[in-house]
Structure formats: C-alpha cells, structure tokens
C-alpha cells in the first residue's frame, strides 16, 4: 500500500504486508545507491505487527519509480549472488572437495 499525495509523489511511504527487517533492509540500501534518492528510511510500527513501512523521497522522479527500479536492482543482487553460489558449489562437487584439505584428527 502506498501512502502519498496526488500532488507531490516524489514523496512517499510504503506499507509491505508480512515482511521485516530482512527485506526492508535490502531495499533501503538498493535505494540508498539511486542517485535520484534524497532520504529512505524502513520502520516496523509495532513488532507483533508484521508491517514494514518504507519512506522514499526523491529528487523529483515519482517515488513509486524509484522505488520499482530499486526492487528490480535488487532482484538482479541476488540472481548475481545465487549464480556465484551455484557455481562455486559446482566447482567444489567437481573437484577434489574436502578431499584437498589437510585435516587432522
């Protein structure tokens, strides 16, 4: 849910249903790196509530813009890290594993 005015919408908060500092951690840092993001910020109303209201102000682009465009940026973070991941688990079922490692018991 968005909580803005019709007449200035480079300012705006969002409400995010079933989400916490997790995500909402992740989204302020995508927006953070947005050169257009003058002020984010997340906060969790109440901790029984599982709510995340995220604020975005920008430079003058539409909020929910910036915001999408940062949501997209951070799809892209984690396919990166998820790709990394896969194949460094790849590499090391492929190769000699633990069997290269110099333990002792």
Request: contains cysteine.
């Amino acid at each position: 849910m968005e909580h803005g005015s019709f007449e200035d919408q480079s300012k705006a908060t969002f409400s995010l249903t079933d989400e916490d500092h997790t995500l909402a951690n992740a989204i302020r840092f995508t927006l953070n790196q947005d050169p257009r993001v003058t002020f984010c910020g997340y906060s969790i109303p109440h901790p029984s509530d599982a709510r995340v209201n995220i604020r975005v102000q920008t430079t003058g682009d539409p909020a929910r813009e910036v915001l999408n465009d940062s949501c997209q940026d951070l799809m892209l973070i984690c396919e990166h890290v998820r790709g990394t991941f896969d194949q460094a688990v790849l590499k090391f079922k492929t190769g000699k594993g633990l069997s290269t490692m110099d333990i002792k018991k």
